[in-house]
């Protein structure tokens, strides 16, 4: 097992700029297995979870070579429609190949993933949703085998949640289906956004994507494409966070602030200086934070992903905070290690206390998940003394290069 260690004390300054979106490049590569061909992705982060999606098209029958931030991703005629249950595991995102495979090749097999830290994380929508464009579904030895007798159908669905991954699957079912497909009370997110811009690259006819309604017209065939990755606003939320916690001066570039733009108006709140440019933006940190409430709801809400970070920054906030997770029943494993640093932190149900402490003390923990760990790497850079953060692999999963940047940035830390 790997660990970050991190001295804490210094002001994480300077400038840095994000790579693209690991929320949007997994969905991308899954995108490309409607129609064969070679593609070519750029801006590709080199993280964990988009070599786990290589191995799921490897296994479905697709090559994917990367080159520095770049995939090159060749898909032939003929698939293997089926995401096995070691990759599944790995990564719960796999089950949006659903969606493309029933559309392209009319059935699909794909194991079902069980809960993991969040609390269970149904599928039921995607379901749903597919079902009623005329996908059968059954349920074999923990395998899921969806058919498409009579091909998909473009209908009318309304989302009971704006759950991202049900309308990523039921998008990427649409393109191909017969017919006009109406998505409501659909997830508004950037990449989403971004995932409907490159299936229209492709050919697809796709509106509306980052409202609340998509509506999208089937069409026969597509077409392989090239395309950029829009920027990880959550890697560039985490960096702003770390400086604001550590009265740090941070330049983010390569990201557009309108895509954080409850997440910036929180740190105002708690007293951070932000600037904001097109594609950039500065956060200063103040000495200590002022307490806020939050809220974690879906874009353009506050980001359940940024939940565990903004706490970090909170613990040594003056006054007390509440944060309301909404979008996740748990999301609270974190707090146990962030407690063992000295912070005051507690969940009531599925609010989170957090009374604010003067300082926090550099310890072991354990990094839990992706965000947890970025969590506590932020506590660790702005508390007196060593932290060891294990499980660091987690940090791998979504953040390229990660201490190497903060190193970069000032900070003492470590692999
Ligand atoms: C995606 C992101 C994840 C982020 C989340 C919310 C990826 C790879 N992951 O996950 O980082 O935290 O969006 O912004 O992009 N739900 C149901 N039934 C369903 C589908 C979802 O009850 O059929 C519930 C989930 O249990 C969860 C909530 O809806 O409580 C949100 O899930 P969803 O928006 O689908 O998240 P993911 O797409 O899994």
Redesign the pocket.
Known sequence: MDSIRVVGGNPISGQVTVHGA??AV??HMVAMLLAPGRYRLDNVPGILDVDIMGEVLDHVGATCVRRGSVIEVDVPEELNPEAPLDLVRRM??SILILGALLARMGTARVALPGGDD?G???????LEGLEQMGAEFELRHGVLEGSAPNGLSGTEIFLE??????T?NLLLAAVLAKGRTVIGNA?R?P?LADLAALLNAMGAEVEGAGTSTIEITGVPTLHPTDHTVVADRLVAGTYALAAAATGGTLEVRGCNPDFLRMELRKMEAAGCGVVRGDTWFSVVGPERPIAQDIATL??PGF???MHPQMVAFLARAKGTSILTEN???ARFRYIGELNRMGADVHADGQHVVIRGVTDLSGCEVDGCDIRAAAALTIAGLSAEGETIIGDAEHIDRGYDGFVDILRSLGADIDR
């Open positions: 690991k929320n997994l969905k719960r995102a969040f269970s994380r149904p599928i039921g929508m995607h949640f704006p759950s991202v991954g049900a990523e997830a997110e990449e879906p874009y980001h359940t992903d979008v996740y029943a």
